[in-house]
């Protein structure tokens, strides 16, 4: 036996358990707040926002926390942009397409009418280039976005009277967030951005017409149901909504290497979960609202055909004019167009005749 090399290793392996409480202790203690801009009601979407927060305190031995403030705590929802910019709050968890307003290209890093789906949108953002090509555009803003949750494709709203053509979306008041109010206010809709906990009153003191907010598990949280009957689908400005961990720059700057990983890693961990929870979450909400006497209704094509062309119309005119829309729209539509070639390839195909088994399946069990 080899004495003096089982004592080196028993030396050595003393050294590491005397340095890992050692380098714990030399950790900072981080304490920030961070600002939603989602009600604590809806326990999917706010709750992203916490999942991140646990998953940091637990990778840094609680060294690093952070304390998520539902809309209105701290700032109004829809301010929350401006409190990370400002230095009112360390961090926010929001969706970046509330902020349009300040400039269009705020949408790419949330969501985009005839855009991405899940799957797309992530593969952009973490792997095609696309938190590159927004982190130029956030530090004009003093910000740094990480991807922290998903929502995957969403619903397109609650109305009180069927939408047959196009023409009946001119006047509709329609709560619509992000860029799919300048789309839909092409073809004569009166777009309403209003934060998520204020849609039911508007709706039903009939302030607004019709309202989307996410999907079924949301929309029966929120009671909308109770106020309109017709229910479509899809929502086609939000394939995917991205939701995002907004983090003043000069804080992030400061934290080690070690916070700012674990932080990567808990939004990451906060997407995958995100998702999952909605996948589970929707097609029970949604049997049970069609039970309750929901009318589910699909967008008719010519409507949808209308949106896709005022949509695409609404890029070009906006990057003509605008140079960051047009850098980020320019990458962001080349990953489209491939994304598009390989998934009507495998993707779409799969997934299409899988649907159709299953209906004709359930047909002959009738």
Known sequence: MDRRGLFAGAAAAGTLALATPALAQAMPEVRWRCASSFPKSLDTIYG??????????????NKFQIRVFAAGELVPGLAVADAVQNGTVECAHTASYYFVGKDPTFAFDGAVPF????RQNNAW???GGGREILKEFFEGFNTVSIPAGNTGAQMGGWFRKEIKTVQDLSGLKFRVGGFAGNVLQ??????QQIAGGDIYPALEKGTIDAAEWIGPYDDEKLGFNRVAQYYYYPGWWEGSLNLSFYIARAKYEELPQIYKDALESACRDSTIETMAKYDVQNPQALRRLIGAGTQLRAFPRE????????????YDETAAKNPAFRK???HWRA???SQYQWFRVAESSFDNFGYF????????RR
Do not use: I, W
Request: with cysteine; proline share 2%.
């Open 115 to 118: 855009g991405l789906n899940m």
């Open 357 to 364: 088994m299953q209906s004709q399946e359930q047909q002959q």
């Open 328 to 330: 980020v729209y320019d």
């Open 48 to 61: 992203a926002g916490e999942h991140v927060a646990k998953r940091v305190a637990a990778l840094t031995d």
């Open 125 to 127: 953002l973490q792997a």
């Open 186 to 191: 092409k073809l004569g809709v009166v777009p």
């Open 335 to 337: 990953f489209r167009d």
């Open 303 to 314: 409507v949808m055909q209308a949106c896709y062309k005022a949509a695409f119309e609404l």
